[in-house]
């Protein structure tokens, strides 16, 4: 099937508003460059962007696109402005390209120093390409879905991916059962587009939210607190499990 039917197809799966022309172009690009050879169905249609299967050759993706029409960009700019990095035109697409750009140069930087994230692949415009996780049936269950065999392990997992996060410098900032997904009974971490550097203003107040929050959903299964938690992840406690 040519690129052109199969955006058609996936307009009529999804809202249209989606794919304006710089979606257009970006996904036009990732698909002459071979990152994206087909897609096959919408995995999320959020506030923030949507998230597709696709498969690039015999291999699956998954492709995030940021919406351009998006009255979250207000929000996404306050994130973006204490972000050094990241100095950008004050317009909506500009923004929203920024955006996508730096969720694409966190999951490389997370990657990298050994965090479970999806492998990043590729980034055009407002569009990313990053390993899928989940089985050809079907995209992996986030945490707050999953069954659980070994809770505590995911637990331990997490804290220490939190632990790290943080000694290099990032923190994720929206952390929580609904941005973590279960695959073959490993947690993988996912939505690192608003993390925040240690550095920033707000890192403290993100990082105990992020901690309050995952504490919270497993407390269900076993015994842990906030203020431990908070202490290992920053370093002054060594061993949590
Ligand atoms: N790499 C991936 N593989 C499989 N599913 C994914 C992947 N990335 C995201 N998803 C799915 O898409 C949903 C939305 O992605 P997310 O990055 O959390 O964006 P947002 O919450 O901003 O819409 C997730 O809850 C998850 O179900
Ligand atoms: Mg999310």
Redesign the pocket.
Known sequence: MSWEKELDEILSKTEGEVFEKATLQSLWKLMSKGYISSFDFP??T??????F?AKRGDEFV?V?IYRINTSTFRNISKYLMYDSLYKVKKDRRSIIFAWAKK?FNTLKRLYDAGVRV?KPIANEGNVIV?????DASQ????LKDAVLDDAEKIFCKLARYLRLMYRIGIVHA?FSE??V?IHNGEP?I????QTVGSDNPMAMEFLKRDVKNITRFFRKYISIDEDTLFKYVVGDKDEIC
């Open positions: 995995i999320s959020g506030k923030e962007g949507n998230v299967r998954a995030k969720e999806p990053m390993e899928y996780i989940g995209a992996a269950p986030l929206d609904y941005n997904l993988v996912i939505d690192v587009g």
